[in-house]
């Protein structure tokens, strides 16, 4: 219920930023995937159970506010977080820049996944550009989450000393 | 000499020396040479006190005037900021209408039911090219029907709830439809790319298509009406099995700038695909 409460407020507060600021400051199409690294961050410090239907019910917002059917990154968001999680619980990768190096490969990921979404339903031409856009969006998405990932550390245990529940929590 | 005498003696030199310096001197014209020798000793002292006392005086005026200045300057400044956030709010309200204004000349041309609609938001996550708009289904506004401007076909609303409606682009992959070429009158499914452009495929390959070209919707398909001017053709190439030609076209609609949009409210049935809207252009 602790971790609930936290998840969405921060949920909240990242779907807010989603829609408002980023629309400003960067095009749409490279704009960061702030729910992904939420994602990311959950995956190393949520239960699988709690941080797996976070990742879900974050997915089905982005369905809500973007153009794709809904469920898809419902779908995308859960099996990143089970990808993430794994690879925590056998690599060790909670540190900083792992964790960055894990929304560095979501982001491709993800747009790999809603490409074969979009091949299945009609063709689509896939070029030098489509991978541009890659990896314009993957550094820009890294790079703010290099910058949220210390500000949620943070969040989180202020709050776990707050309400009481233990720091981490792990896959 | 007697005290009275004297008294009297000197009384009478000093008027005598006042008429005497009174009538020596003229009225008008040059100083008489007492006055210059005056004037030549009292000059420097006048000169320096008259500096001193004039800037003096200067410096008081300069400060109560910068007393009154420094408070003028904060008010003028505040006019000057409230007079430039109204002209940037006039500016924009001229925009503004000037934007109305186009999509009411293009809702009068329509002989559908129509509906003015302001662009809310864009795509949240950015894989999709898709907004949102502010009239849901409370005014009429379903799924499958057309979002336009004056320049063109903007897209076609995908999902709509009771006050906001999700519009996806034409130049969205998951976006075809059914458009001819305005001067050949080929037809051929239109549909977005990954790069912001389009591509019209199916188009047969006896086609005399050429970069230039208007792309139209055919009215085909029930969603857009006939006619709706939707790009210009940049690129003519044969499709990859051979079999069809295809041709690269560049949306005829800018879509970063777009802030309404006019959604046609489909009636029952479709569109009457006879009269159109290029009969009336």
Redo the contacts between chains.
């Keep these: 219920m602790k971790s609930f409460i936290f998840a969405f407020l921060t949920g909240t507060m990242v ?1 807010l930023l ?2 408002t600021s980023f ?1 400003f400051t960067v095009s ?4 960061p ?1 702030l ?1 992904l690294i939420l994602v990311v961050w959950s995956s190393v410090r949520l239960s699988f159970a709690g941080g797996v239907g976070f990742s879900f019910f974050l997915g089905i917002v ?1 369905d809500m ?4 059917p809904i469920g898809l ?1 419902g779908l995308i968001y859960c099996l990143l977080f089970t990808a993430c999680g794994y690879l925590n619980a056998t690599m060790r990768v909670d540190t900083r820049m792992g964790r960055a190096l894990m929304v560095l490969a979501g982001v491709p990921a ?2 790999s996944m ?1 490409l074969l979404v ?1 091949w299945v ?7 030098w ?2 991978v541009q ?1 890659f990896v314009v ?1 993957s550094l820009v998405t890294t790079a703010i989450g290099l910058a949220l990932f210390p500000l949620l550390d943070g969040a989180w245990r202020r709050y776990s000393r707050l309400v009481g529940e233990g720091y981490g929590g792990g896959t | 000499m007697p005290r009275t005498v004297r008294d009297i003696a000197i009384v009478l030199i000093l008027m005598g020396g006042g008429l005497i310096i009174l009538f020596s001197s003229s009225g008008e014209g040059e100083a008489g040479p007492l006055s210059s020798i005056l004037h030549a000793v009292l000059r420097p002292v006048q000169v320096v006190v008259w500096g001193v006392s004039g800037r003096a005086r200067g410096v008081w005026n300069d400060y109560l005037m910068l007393v009154g200045v420094r408070k003028e300057n904060k008010t003028l400044r505040e006019e000057i900021e409230n007079l430039e956030q109204e002209r940037a709010s006039l500016l924009s309200k001229e925009r503004e209408n000037r934007r109305l204004k186009k999509l009411l000349r293009l809702k009068e041309d329509y002989e559908f039911p129509s509906v003015v609609a302001g662009v809310i938001g864009e795509d949240a996550v950015g894989w999709y090219r898709s907004f949102f708009i502010n009239r849901g289904s409370d005014d009429g506004v379903a799924a499958g029907m057309a979002a336009t401007v004056a320049a063109g076909v903007v897209g076609r609303i995908t999902r709509s709830s009771a006050t906001v409606s999700k519009v996806l682009l034409i130049t969205d992959p998951d976006l075809s439809l059914d458009c001819r070429v305005g001067r050949t009158r080929d037809r051929g499914i239109l549909s977005g790319q990954l790069n912001g452009m389009c591509i019209l495929r199916y188009v047969g390959l006896q086609s005399e298509m050429k970069p230039g070209d208007d792309v139209v919707t055919s009215g085909l398909g029930g969603i857009f009406p006939k006619g709706l001017r939707v790009g210009v053709i940049e690129s003519v190439h044969p499709g990859s099995q051979g079999l069809f030609l295809e041709a690269i076209v560049a949306p005829a609609v800018d879509f970063s700038t777009v802030e309404e949009v006019l959604v046609i409210l489909r009636p029952r049935g479709g569109f009457d695909i006879g009269p159109g809207l290029e009969a009336g252009r």
């Design positions: 779907v989603q829609v629309g749409a199409q490279n704009k995937d729910f982005a506010l973007s153009g794709s990154f993800t747009g809603v979009r339903g009609g063709p689509v031409e896939i070029g550009q489509t856009w969006k």
